[in-house]
């Protein structure tokens, strides 16, 4: 993650709200932006307080190992502005306890809880363009040594504190991500044309087409057309 001013404010906000979340029971936070139809794939931004750059650098290489986040991304679990809370043994998921899970699954599950993080209180808040703030706070107790009904609440709040500092700031930076001409190019990619013919159309090289199209598909934060397309719509680019 680079040191740029926001961030070092996203950081700062972070490491203050943790103060609160501590009083609570839960030691570790971690906020992230997502796009709607793409809860599996790596945040636009993300922020945590409470857990060590190892834990982060290992959670972003294996965020899609993730059964939370493939469970949202399945439809089995649905995460809203009403905190879901989960406690995770090592071997299984209080929200999931009828469901088998893969290797893969039970990997990082004892991943997870070798890093403290047994109890999970999680919800998100919409944003503008389609996205979501996902606010998560994390406990190394078990349910049962940990006052639930007193802690959703305070952490509710302590999120939605989070979220209004830190929400100005993003939106002012990411208020329209692609340019003009970067949003022709993904209408023309969304009604079949290739990269050569969207250069015709717009009278510019294939070259220059070329690299307006991959400048959007990073912007996106997507590897191909048809998730363009799919994010172009969630995003509003495209009707």
């Not at 943790?18 to 796009?35: H, I, S, T």
């Not at 893969?104 to 919409?126: E, H, K, N, P, Y």
Request: charged content about 25%; aromatic content about 6%.
């Amino acid at each position: 993650m680079t040191s740029t001013p926001l961030v070092s404010f996203m950081q700062t906000e972070a490491d203050t709200q943790l103060a609160g979340a501590r009083a609570l029971g839960f030691d570790k936070l971690m906020y992230g932006v997502d796009v709607l139809d793409g809860e599996i794939d790596p945040p636009l931004e993300i922020v945590a307080a409470g857990l060590t750059p190892a834990y982060m650098d290992t959670y972003l290489r294996r965020m899609r190992e993730d059964p939370i986040r493939r469970m949202a991304a399945r439809g089995e679990i649905r995460v809203t502005n009403t905190p879901l809370t989960y406690e995770n043994t090592g071997a299984s998921l209080s929200i999931a306890k009828n469901r088998p899970l893969s290797s893969g699954d039970a990997s990082m599950l004892r991943w997870f809880l070798s890093q403290g993080v047994r109890t999970g209180v999680g919800f998100r808040i919409r944003m503008s363009q389609g996205r979501y703030a996902s606010i998560n706070f994390y406990s190394d107790r078990g349910h049962s040594e940990l006052d639930l009904d007193a802690a959703m609440q305070g952490l509710f709040l302590i999120g939605h504190q989070l979220h209004a500092r830190i929400e100005p700031r993003l939106s002012k930076r990411q208020g329209s991500p692609l340019s003009s001409r970067e949003a022709e190019c993904l209408e023309w990619i969304a009604i079949g044309k290739s990269n050569r013919e969207i250069a015709e159309l717009l009278g510019i090289s294939l070259d220059t087409a070329k690299e307006h199209v991959q400048s959007l598909f990073q912007k996106l934060r997507v590897h191909g057309r048809a998730q363009a397309v799919a994010r172009g719509h969630v995003l509003a680019y495209l009707g």
